[in-house]
């Protein structure tokens, strides 16, 4: 057999192969999915090249049995992926939210288009990000990360990886069509460059194993299927040991856990970059394609002698609350820019402590026009 094909070296790529290249190198050997546009380049890159580094690429017959499988082939001790877009990602809520609760690594990528509904198929928005951190019911937390360039989709996707394994926990990538589909300079490592995460195995014999045991950091550790450890896994609340536990105080315990695990491990997962943060008086707050365009509003404020700074969110899910509230201290306003009619803003708002936050609404279909942040940007100095 011929030995796996990895590719390594500079590449020009759109941000939806890129992403499949940083699964692959991460470790993704299943990946099930439906077409969508505009994921569905994610799709037929894995279908291509899985097979060549001895994965299983599946087409579902729609998004739900697609995260459906990808849950499966986790618990079979594969890195799993699946990747999907607008109504796509609403169907596969339920099974996220079963995720959650059996904690199973995985990844989810979602490349978000303009909605409600169908909307703009083949074309940008934002509006899925407050839906990944609240979409399925009950409480519960996640980890969502935002690339701004098909080279961060590729490292975020290895990132996005090595997390869901940390954490046992479904990690979402929430990009957008214009990252997508754009195509840049992709810079890919070697595998033996990259530092992997492996799941983390149970270190008792079998007779002593509960799969739902937390280690110190709260997290279980995790045996497969086949590997001689015998185990139960439900979506209802359940004990230590996987099996129903139909309490109060059972819930309290696991649910508490569920959140703990990520809520008290912030500081591990949370990424932003900043730029003048200090002492401006005014912090454009973004992710994704938009912080990208903020680029050049904050560049042409800072030629007006507006002292101006940007915070960008690589890590959305869990919140940077902490951060947020010490740049308020000194800063008077922020302006946050997205590809819909205010998702984010509220939480940069709940955080800023009465300091003005300016929403830069765009309803999709297009990335803002850096003019109209650098209004906004002017009205908040005002």
């Known amino acids: ?26 470790g993704c050997r299943f990946f099930a999915g439906y077409p969508i546009t505009p994921a569905t ?48 990602f609403s169907l596969m809520m339920e099974n996220i939210g079963l995720g ?7 990844v989810v990528v979602d490349i978000q288009r303009a909605g409600p509904s169908t909307g703009l198929p083949t074309l940008t928005g934002q509006g899925d990000m407050l839906q990944a951190r609240w979409g399925s019911h009950g409480c519960y937390s996640i980890i969502a990360l935002s690339p701004d360039s098909p080279q961060e989709l590729y490292d975020l996707t290895i990132k996005a990886f090595n997390l869901s394994e940390q954490f046992r926990v479904p990690v979402l990538i929430m990009s957008e069509a214009a990252t997508g589909h754009m195509y840049e300079r992709v810079v890919i490592k070697s595998v033996e460059e990259l530092e992997l995460l ?15 045991q937390p280690d110190d950091d709260l997290v279980p550790a995790m ?9 139960h896994t439900t979506g209802l609340t359940h004990d230590e040991r996987g099996y129903p536990a139909m309490s109060v105080e059972a819930q309290d315990r696991l649910i508490r856990r569920l959140v703990d695990k990520i809520e008290k491990n912030k500081d591990a997962i949370i990424e932003l970059e900043e730029d003048g943060t200090e002492n401006a008086e005014v912090i454009v707050c ?11 509003a904050v560049q042409m404020a800072r030629d007006e002698g507006m002292k101006v700074g940007i915070l960008r969110l690589i890590t959305v899910w869990p919140f940077p609350d902490e951060r947020i509230r010490g740049l308020a201290q000194t800063a008077r306003a922020f302006v946050v820019p997205e590809i819909n009619y205010g998702q984010i803003v509220r939480e940069v708002e709940r955080c800023a402590g009465g300091k003005r936050t300016v929403l830069v609404p765009h309803m999709g279909g297009t990335v ?4 109209t942040i650098f209004e906004a940007i002017r009205q908040a100095v005002k």
């Open 1 to 26: 057999m011929s030995q796996p094909r990895h590719l390594a070296g500079e590449f020009f790529l759109s941000g939806d192969e890129a992403c499949a290249e940083g699964a692959i190198n991460a």
């Open 286 to 296: 973004s992710y994704g394609i938009s912080a990208r365009i903020s680029q050049m």
């Open 198 to 212: 492996p799941r983390r195995k149970p270190n008792v014999p079998p007779e002593e194993y509960l799969p739902y």
């Open 223 to 231: 045996a497969s299927a086949g590997e001689g450890y015998g185990f």
């Open 100 to 106: 959650a609760m059996t904690e199973t690594p995985c």
């Open 368 to 371: 803002h026009n850096p003019h």
């Open 41 to 88: 380049e994610i799709a037929e890159r894995m279908s291509e090249r899985l097979p060549e580094v001895g994965g299983t690429y599946i087409q579902m017959e729609d998004e739900l049995a697609s995260m459906a499988a990808v849950l499966g082939a986790s618990w079979g001790g594969v890195k799993a992926m699946t990747a999907t877009s607008g109504p796509g």
